[in-house]
């Protein structure tokens, strides 16, 4: 058999497909392979090329084939699939990977440690609790409202609302009601104590990174966004400049061009929604300190005077992420812009 330069795996839960080729592009195996035996038959290659997409276990198994002797690389799935000859299936899918890999000008995912899934799975699990939190919230708001029952916005006027649903002798729900009730109350006290137990958690990991706690020094960014950033990101180097990581998070203009005119329209949401959401509320908390106590950044109060507020707002996203690169690959900490004499 000739020797193998380049592999794409398609991989999956049970069934993976393995597509090789040798270095002068002729395939020499394109197979099925088991779960159970997947590490088996990559061990008893020599060290070559291996492309995966970027998708679930994908950096599971990068770690596996990279100790092995391979080097791995990560492909986005969207940059796989203009490389996809006919219908999709998994030998087309892997036979793409092994195609897409090989270009010069391909972009790759950086292979994530240990340490940084275990730290974004902290804020993969408290995003799901704070999402659960919020629907049974909502459905409390709902029931008690058949009743004629309201409350103000906020966890003030929830908690008020919890408050009749266990006071017995409230007596404007039936005890019908009040006994179902009372399950979502006890469900909502759960996940807020889950929630808050996440919170302490993510500030232990937070106080214990030093890059964290660099990107903490931005206006914006607090102990959740920084940590998640430092675990998300990784090597910022990886990015050419702070615009290539605000491209990465979606917050650049999304481009329909042609013909030399360009058509900017709003903001592309590609990349980790995640992070985008974390950036954007830190920025809504400033432009909202801005507008209350003023700000000493000219350009945000002269953005805010002839743009809407949400526009603004994504502008400084978009400015906290090349603040962030920057302190990211310098290895300083954030410094407030002096203001220049007229």
Known sequence: MERVVTVGLDIAKNIFHAHGVSQDGKVVFSRKLRRAKLEAFFSTLEPCLIGIEACSTSHHWARVFTAMGHEVKLIPPSYVKPYVKSQKNDAADAEAICEAVTRPTMRFAEVKSIAQQSVLGLHRVRAQLVSHRTRIGNVIRGHLAEFGIVAPVGREGLYRLIGIIED?????????????????????????????????????????N?????????PGIGPLAASALAASIGDASAFKSGRSLAAFLGLVPRQSSSGGKERLGGISKRGDGYLRWLLVAGAMAVVRYAKRHGTRRPWLVQLLARRPAKTAIVALANKMARVAWALMTSGETYREPSLKAA
């Not at 039936?174 to 137990?197: E, F, G, K, N």
């Open 210 to 218: 030093a890059l964290s706690k660099r990107l903490a020094t931005i």
């Open 168 to 208: 017995s002798a409230d007596t404007s729900i039936t005890d019908l009601t009040r006994v179902s009730l009372r399950h979502l109350a006890d469900q909502y006290r759960l996940l807020q104590a889950q929630v808050l137990d996440l919170d302490r958690q993510i500030m232990k990991v937070h106080r214990a």
